[in-house]
């Protein structure tokens, strides 16, 4: 092991564990020594996911490992180096993708490390990063640029899953796309759009201010599914038509069938939220009008592309991270994330 100033390894840390019964707890937690391959990394910024409060409630996926010290949207910086590591350096800030991965099954070989068929998740089935120090795979680190910040890198997750489902569509200028649901998914996915060129981005949802940060962030209608029939209002807006692309992005509700209801002949639907449950679908339409459905699940493949959308301007967090608390007020934080409380979006935990 190396590192330029003696990092606290053995030293006691508290860190934020779930057991997937309701509750999440701080718990005396030893610093660890980064075993061959990996990184020690201090962790400045954690971006609380929407996932995490359904982990602490047993929602996870299939290869959540309970207990588990939550936190996979990291930022951090590297202090001390296991042996074998020679891509990373002391001193560097980084961004973690959580994805551990054999390497040798098909997906691995196949370049879809995250579809791994021994697939382990930083935050998920290894501890996580609510907590100060953390040893994770050198290869789940990112170097970030001097410009890109931490509270920025802790977005990466949120904006790469978007992102790499976008990847799995084609956009052209001319589209008009429909964003359903402005959380921190949905309002990365406007930013993104407008940064591909698509101009007509209509955004959906059920908070005023949530719309409104929309607005500011380039799109150019908004739709309160509380106030407006959603389907009506997108076919009125593309003179019944249908949008090209609906990129779904709740999770909640009736999104499947608006997306389905106002897609246009041969339009695309990108499903990016996790709704927990099933839902109904109208197949017909989607036979008739030959509609492509499909589905995005990581931003490990995006990691690079995201940091430079941040760098370029394209992205930004402003009007999406609303809040930021230190990680001793976790509970507060949850609190807040889990119950909407005083207009957030996105909350960030800096230990
Ligand atoms: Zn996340
Ligand atoms: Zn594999």
């Known amino acids: 092991m190396s590192g330029v100033t003696e990092p606290p390894v053995g030293a006691s840390q508290q860190a934020v564990v779930t057991d997937g019964t309701g509750e999440a707890w701080a718990e005396e937690r030893e610093v660890p020594e980064p075993g061959p391959g990996e990184a020690l990394v201090r962790v400045t910024a954690i971006g609380i996911c929407g996932s995490d409060v359904g982990l ?18 990291v930022a951090g910086e590297v202090v001390a ?38 697939l382990k998740e930083i935050g998920f089935t290894i501890d996580g990063g609510y907590r100060k120090y953390a040893a994770w795979p050198a290869y789940t680190l990112t170097p970030l640029p001097d410009d890109v910040s931490d509270v920025q890198a802790s977005q990466i997750d949120s904006a790469g899953c978007t992102l790499h489902a976008m990847h799995r569509v084609a956009t052209s200028f001319t589209d008009t796309a429909a964003v359903l649901g402005p959380g ?20 959906t949802g059920t908070r005023d201010e949530r719309l409104e940060a929309g607005e ?38 009736d999104v499947l069938e608006t997306c389905v209801q106002s897609a246009a002949k041969q339009g695309t639907i990108a499903l990016t939220g996790v709704f927990g449950q099933q839902k109904d679908l109208d197949p017909d339409q989607i036979v008739a009008k030959e509609l492509t459905i499909v589905g995005g699940v990581t931003a490990a493949h995006a990691v690079d592309e995201v940091i430079e959308l941040f760098r370029r301007g394209d992205l930004t967090t402003e009007g999406v991270v609303t809040h930021e608390f230190p990680l001793e007020e976790f509970e507060t934080a949850l609190d807040t994330v889990q119950n909407r409380r005083d207009g957030v979006v996105k909350a960030v935990l800096r230990p």
């Open 56 to 73: 602490i409630h047993g929602e996870g996926p299939p290869w959540t490992d309970y207990p588990i010290v939550l936190g996979h949207e």
């Open 81 to 118: 180096l296991g042996d074998g590591v020679d891509d990373l350096e002391v001193g560097q800030r980084v961004a973690l993708h959580g994805f551990v991965f054999c390497g040798t099954c098909e997906g691995c070989r196949d370049g879809r490390y995250y579809q791994c068929d021994e």
């Open 184 to 203: 921190s998914l949905g309002l990365y996915g406007v930013q993104l759009l407008r940064a591909q060129g698509v101009d007509d981005v209509v955004l």
């Open 216 to 253: 500011r962030l380039g799109a150019t209608r908004t739709v309160n599914v509380r106030e407006e029939d959603p389907v009506e209002a997108l076919m009125e807006h593309t003179d019944g038509r249908g949008v090209d692309l609906c990129i779904e992005a709740a999770g909640a509700g």
